[in-house]
């Protein structure tokens, strides 16, 4: 495990270091893929736009979009991973887990198919209630029993509901073999196809839950502590729970709106973050929120370059590396308590 950086100029130091590795990978998402394009041809392309240029449409019809959707989902994935582990006080707390990303896509699935929506501004409110709808059962079934609400509970409880979700939606799916086509875009979790009106759609939502999740890194730390010292501190726990529970909504199924059911990233960035500067709030949530872009920028890449002119979807490049993190997180809190 790598070090954590001690002191606040090193931190400092450190978050620098990521905004400059953002800007390569940015940099590189517009580069790369089927046909790369020099730094030149990105300089042209901005300073003197030309519609008739096939090289300045396709950087920035295809190429731009990619590159600010990665960078904004993936913060949004990412500090939505955060906020999970922290409501949960499990390692292996996310979205992905919780069913928050299996109710979202229910909800899609469900309005498209059967009442035949397809305006987006739409479809983006429909992510959100199916996110909020999937963390509320969550959580309720995590509090059901005499002793209370426990990590274990709440992943469990989060287990079972993703698979309910998984399971209606693949229901409807079969029943509506027609409405297959139209509901791909979401299931399959790529970034490829998406457009900057997509992403428009859901950024002030995104770009307000990312800041205020930043502004509340010290009264995170409160949280943290246990909910008994917290009141003790003077927070209203149940207050502090349920905003935090509304953020996490608001990431995850914002972003699921946009680039489908991509999963792991709420799992792997917090335990990267917290490897570097500890657990802090006030530190690893915008950690998370640069290591998030960088890592879905990193990954849309490689969808691009493993198997050309094909593209292998987003969600497969991240369950590939997230799968064997989530058993090594599971290894090793088992063997922590044991």
Same mark, same amino acid.
């Given at each position: 495990?790598?070090?954590?950086?001690?002191?606040?100029?090193?931190?400092?130091?450190?978050?620098?270091?990521?905004?400059?590795?953002?800007?390569?990978?940015?940099?590189?998402?517009l580069m790369f893929g089927i046909t790369h394009y020099s730094l030149a041809?990105?300089?042209?392309?901005?300073?003197?736009?030309?519609?008739?240029?096939?090289?300045?449409?396709?950087?920035?019809?295809?190429?731009?979009?990619?590159?600010?959707?990665?960078?904004?989902?993936?913060?949004?994935?990412?500090?939505?991973?955060?906020?999970?582990?922290?409501?949960?006080?499990?390692?292996?707390?996310?979205?992905?887990?919780?069913?928050?990303?299996?109710?979202?896509?229910?909800?899609?699935?469900?309005?498209?198919?059967l009442f035949k929506v397809s305006d987006l501004h739409i479809i983006v409110?429909?992510?959100?209630?199916?996110?909020?709808?999937?963390?509320?059962?969550?959580?309720?079934?995590?509090?059901?029993?005499?002793?209370?609400?426990?990590?274990?509970?709440?992943?469990?409880?989060?287990?079972?509901?993703?698979?309910?979700?998984?399971?209606?939606?693949?229901?409807?799916?079969?029943?509506?073999?027609?409405?297959?086509?139209?509901?791909?875009? @979401?299931?399959?979790?790529?970034?490829?196809?998406?457009?900057?009106?997509?992403?428009?759609?859901?950024?002030?939502?995104?770009?307000?839950?990312?800041?205020?999740?930043?502004?509340?890194?010290?009264?995170?730390?409160?949280?943290?502590?246990?909910?008994?010292?917290?009141?003790?501190?003077?927070?209203?726990?149940?207050?502090?729970?349920?905003?935090?529970?509304?953020?996490?909504?608001?990431?995850?199924?914002?972003?699921?709106?946009?680039?489908?059911?991509?999963?792991?990233?709420?799992?792997?960035?917090?335990?990267?973050?917290?490897?570097?500067?500890?657990?802090?709030?006030? @530190?690893?949530?915008?950690?998370?929120?640069?290591?998030?872009?960088?890592?879905?920028?990193?990954?849309?890449?490689?969808?691009?370059?493993?198997?050309?002119?094909?593209?292998?979807?987003?969600?497969?490049?991240?369950?590939?590396?997230?799968?064997?993190?989530?058993?090594?997180?599971?290894?090793?809190?088992?063997?922590?308590?044991?």
């Open positions: 495990m790598v070090q954590h950086v001690m002191q606040n100029k090193g931190k400092m130091f450190g978050l620098v270091f990521l905004l400059i590795l953002l800007a390569v990978c940015m940099l590189s998402s041809d990105i300089y042209s392309m901005v300073t003197s736009f030309n519609g008739q240029d096939v090289t300045h449409i396709i950087i920035w019809n295809e190429r731009f979009p990619r590159m600010v959707i990665a960078v904004v989902t993936g913060a949004s994935l990412a500090v939505a991973g955060v906020i999970s582990q922290l409501l949960t006080r499990n390692p292996l707390g996310s979205p992905s887990v919780l069913g928050v990303n299996a109710g979202s896509i229910f909800f899609i699935v469900v309005f498209i198919v409110y429909f992510a959100f209630l199916g996110a909020l709808v999937a963390a509320i059962i969550v959580f309720l079934l995590g509090s059901l029993s005499k002793t209370g609400t426990t990590s274990v509970k709440i992943i469990l409880a989060g287990i079972a509901v993703n698979a309910m979700f998984v399971s209606f939606t693949q229901i409807i799916l079969l029943m509506n073999q027609k409405g297959m086509s139209d509901v791909l875009f @979401w299931m399959a979790g790529t970034i490829s196809g998406r457009t900057l009106d997509m992403i428009l759609a859901v950024l002030p939502f995104l770009l307000i839950s990312l800041i205020a999740t930043c502004f509340l890194g010290k009264s995170m730390n409160i949280y943290a502590s246990g909910e008994s010292i917290a009141k003790g501190l003077g927070q209203n726990v149940m207050v502090m729970k349920l905003g935090l529970l509304f953020l996490m909504v608001m990431l995850a199924g914002g972003s699921l709106a946009v680039i489908g059911n991509v999963a792991f990233v709420g799992l792997i960035i917090p335990h990267v973050a917290k490897s570097l500067v500890g657990h802090s709030y006030a @530190w690893s949530t915008p950690y998370s929120m640069l290591l998030g872009s960088i890592f879905l920028l990193v990954a849309d890449i490689s969808t691009r370059l493993i198997n050309p002119p094909a593209e292998i979807p987003l969600g497969v490049i991240t369950a590939f590396i997230g799968a064997p993190f989530f058993i090594y997180i599971a290894f090793k809190g088992g063997r922590a308590r044991g």
